[in-house]
């Protein structure tokens, strides 16, 4: 498995701001996702960060609103931008290891007022 | 796309009892299926995995069987215990490796366990 760290744990933002999520991991990882879980709800892909390419985006992502960066093969950024009362939510990151299993880190818990 | 369906969404069951939560999934392309706990205020664990070239995993007090024909497959946690309380996810995809893009999970809408003293 992985030890992964996020930072901030917790935030409370006001709407119209922004706020980067950082995502630190143990080791080297080609592969890295960002989910989005609102409150008492699933888990929602975000999007796909390769390091060294352009994140790829699901159906309803779009870059402007979720920048991320992927400098190195052991962190990655999430900013969420613009931020509005919807966008309260748990962002969570998670790695791929070799083996194709997926492991998350602890999730930043965010509300914007 | 995939659509995975969870159930039941809520499950109490007695100290020492089994519990079992299903799922089905719609793209019979999906050959990864793996199944995490989320505890209250943490990541989800990943706590078990199946592919599709096996039926059944187990893995101590936990197992799970895959049902390739009827696209559904399903966690069984035996002699239950208060720290299983959790909420649990399952998932699926279609492993396609670092240079296709990776293990994008597809989610099942969670089932909130409760083991009862």
């Known amino acids: 498995s992985a030890v992964i760290s996020q930072k901030p744990s917790r935030d409370i933002c006001q709407r119209g701001t922004s706020l980067t999520i950082q995502c630190q991991v143990d080791s080297q990882v080609t592969m890295m996702f960002w989910y989005r879980q609102q409150p008492g709800q699933s888990l929602t892909l975000i999007a796909t960060a390769n390091q060294g390419s352009e994140a790829t985006y699901e159906s309803g992502f779009v870059i402007d609103k979720f920048p991320i960066s992927r400098p190195n093969l052991t962190f990655s950024t999430l900013t969420v931008s613009n931020m509005s009362p919807e966008d309260s939510s748990i962002y969570l990151c998670?790695?791929?290891?070799?083996?194709?299993?997926?492991?998350f880190g602890p999730g930043t818990r965010l509300t914007v007022t | 796309g995939e659509n995975v369906e969870q159930h039941p969404s809520t499950l109490s069951v007695q100290e020492g009892d089994s519990a079992v939560i299903k799922c089905t999934y719609s793209?019979?392309?999906?050959?990864?299926f793996p199944w995490y706990k989320q505890e209250l205020g943490k990541g989800p664990q990943l706590i078990i995995d199946?592919?599709?070239?096996?039926g059944e995993k187990k893995d101590q007090r936990i197992a799970v069987t895959l049902n390739k024909t009827a696209k559904h497959f399903s966690l069984h946690i035996t002699e239950t215990q208060p720290e299983d309380s959790a909420v649990y996810f399952c998932?699926?995809?279609?492993?396609?490796?670092?240079?296709?893009?990776?293990?994008?999970?597809?989610f099942g809408t969670g089932t909130q366990l409760k083991v009862e003293l």
């Open positions: 998932a699926a995809s279609i492993e396609k490796g670092l240079t296709g893009g990776g293990n994008k999970l597809t």
């Open positions: 998670s790695v791929e290891l070799g083996s194709y299993e997926q492991y």
């Open positions: 793209d019979s392309a999906s050959n990864y």
């Open positions: 199946i592919r599709s070239n096996v």
